[in-house]
């Protein structure tokens, strides 16, 4: 082959030029603008070729790039699979790019050529072949033409301003994020009064009571076991609880592919301890199911004792559902706004390599964070490819 093309999420075209000049660094280069191309020249005694990266950007040819996104898509999407999910979140990645960079070989590129070309890619880019196989920087298989991936997840990655563009700033979109910095004034915590609003009273789509029900079910189940795992539970005891627990709400179709994993490997510690956090994302749930009256300021964990005895007396999923009664969509997206500000000021923290500031706790943001964005229908993703983003 003679060509292959670098497909980006990133509108960072000088990164990625940078990362071509270091890959090729002992090659001659030349930069051209107007259109945007690097030409990289092989030298020899005898013989010479070149190598052209041809940039094109969302940007710069709104609806050229846009038109090529949307036939790539039709050109996928038709793809019978046995790996549906990551088909799906390969699809939503499609739409999301803003760069390529088409590159074309005077020779056939060797090995050690599509070598440096994956060096050049972010862990989220991908290299798209002739033969319809599409690739990660590891060079393995994403998603092609038969169907076939050599990847178990993938994960959308996107620009604020695309994953924001489809969110109205409706008037209650925009007295709630005055609200949440009015909030975050009295509490001394830093924020950007550019940081977009998330969507508003008249367009919101909040999960039904019985989804909900069902998740906070599915969360309480997965978190116990976790935890009792990270305590040195002797694995069998964990699983008959587990199991108990499952029979008890008929829960088996509740848990995601995830969570199956989970349940049915060997998890590593650093797994165990992520799936028992997810007491603070149950926690949320609860609150939406009227079972907890306010989520106070996130500066500490939930309290589990009090989640659980939410369950505890209840015998099976339809009694907890019929004690259920989902709160306003307009308290829920209080929330969701609030904390969505709160992650951004525990990232900027991060950032500066600082505390998060007002003793807030990340990992209870991220987590509250995350069941919000759920709540929310947050770029209609499911759980597992739920988003927290800042």
Not at 46 to 53: D, G, M, R, T
Not at 249 to 259: D, H, Q
Not at 274 to 280: G, I, T
Not at 334 to 356: E, F, G, H, T
Request: hydrophobic residues 40%; proline residues 3%; charged residues 30%.
């Amino acid at each position: 082959m003679k060509n292959v093309t670098i497909y980006s999420a990133s509108k960072d075209v000088t990164k990625i030029v940078n990362e071509i000049k270091e890959a090729f660094k002992d090659k001659k280069l030349e930069l051209y603008d107007n259109p945007l191309k690097v030409k990289v020249t092989y030298k020899s005694l005898f013989s010479s070729f070149s190598i052209n990266f041809n940039f094109m950007s969302r940007d710069t040819e709104k609806s050229k790039f846009e038109d090529m996104l949307n036939g790539m898509f039709g050109f996928y999407q038709r793809v019978a699979t046995q790996h549906e999910q990551i088909k799906s979140m390969f699809l939503k990645q499609i739409l999301f790019f803003n760069t390529c960079v088409g590159i074309v070989c005077d020779k056939d590129i060797n090995d050690d050529i599509f070598q440096r070309i994956l060096s050049t890619l972010d862990s989220n880019d991908m290299v798209f072949l002739p033969s319809g196989d599409m690739l990660n920087r590891d060079g393995n298989i994403i998603f092609n033409l038969n169907g076939e991936s050599d990847i178990k997840e993938l994960r959308v990655t996107a620009s604020a301003d695309i994953l924001d563009s489809h969110i109205k700033e409706t008037q209650s979109a925009l007295d709630r994020r005055s609200r949440s910095q009015e909030i975050l004034k009295q509490r001394n915590i830093p924020f950007i009064t550019h940081l977009p609003v998330i969507v508003g009273d008249e367009d919101v789509q909040i999960r039904s009571k019985e989804e909900v029900a069902k998740r906070a079910i599915a969360l309480a189940i997965i978190s116990t076991y976790a935890a009792d795992l990270a305590n040195k539970t002797p694995k069998d005891k964990c699983k008959e609880l587990l199991d108990s627990l499952t029979e008890r709400f008929s829960a088996k179709g509740f848990f995601t592919e995830e969570e199956k994993e989970f349940i049915n490997g060997d998890p590593d510690e650093l797994t165990i301890i992520q799936f028992a956090w997810k007491y603070e994302c149950l926690w949320v749930l609860l609150w939406a199911l009227g079972f907890i009256k306010e989520l106070s300021y996130p500066d500490k964990i939930c309290d589990v004792s009090e989640a659980v005895s939410c369950l505890k007396d209840e015998h099976s999923f339809e009694s907890f559902l019929n004690k259920s009664s989902l709160i306003p969509a307009s308290q829920i997206l209080d929330q969701a706004d609030l904390i969505y500000r709160y992650d951004w000021a525990c990232v900027d923290s991060r950032v500066k390599n600082s505390s998060p500031p007002g003793g807030l706790d990340s990992g209870v943001v991220l987590e509250r964070h995350r069941a919000l964005n759920w709540l929310i229908s947050y770029m209609n993703f499911e759980w597992d490819d739920v988003r927290t983003d800042t």
